[in-house]
């Protein structure tokens, strides 16, 4: 008994004493410190400011209008075609079909693998038996489950 108190005594005392030291050294008034600052009252000087000289405007100089001709439009004789009649000649109206007898491994790229987590049943030892076996094993009680 004695050498199972041994060792949390002596941690006790240890964090006791270091929290001791702690508190001596350690001291709760912080003061900043103080900055050199003076009043000081100066004359300060009047700058008059003298408005801007006005700044002479050149004069737009004339642009010559370039040679411009207009375009010359051309037409082209296009022949009367129907464009609805030949849309609707490449439409389908079955329905798309599928070859039932194809192997699934042909169309999908997903490869079975067996789980990492295997269990031997779906009911994982909750079952009556499995219970009972449990209880014997691990120690409890039927009340406790």
Excluded: Y
């Excluded at 050199?36 to 300060?44: K, L, N, Q, R, S």
């Amino acid at each position: 008994m004695i050498e199972a108190l041994t060792g949390p005594v002596l941690s006790s005392i240890f964090h006791l004493l270091l929290f001791i030291l702690l508190a001596l050294t350690i001291k709760d008034k912080f003061t900043k410190p103080q900055a050199d600052i003076a009043d000081t009252v100066e004359d300060v000087e009047e700058l008059i400011i003298e408005a801007p000289p006005k700044v002479e405007e050149p004069e737009p100089e004339e642009i010559e209008p370039a040679d411009v001709s207009p375009p010359v439009v051309t037409t082209v004789a296009v022949e009367n075609l129907d464009t609805e009649e030949t849309a609707l000649e490449d439409t389908d109206d079955e329905a798309p079909s599928t070859d039932d007898s194809m192997e699934v491994e042909a169309v999908s790229d997903v490869v079975v693998s067996p789980s990492t987590f295997a269990s031997p049943n779906v009911f994982g030892g909750r079952t009556a038996v499995r219970r009972v076996g449990a209880v014997a094993r691990f120690g409890g009680s039927k009340k406790g489950q």
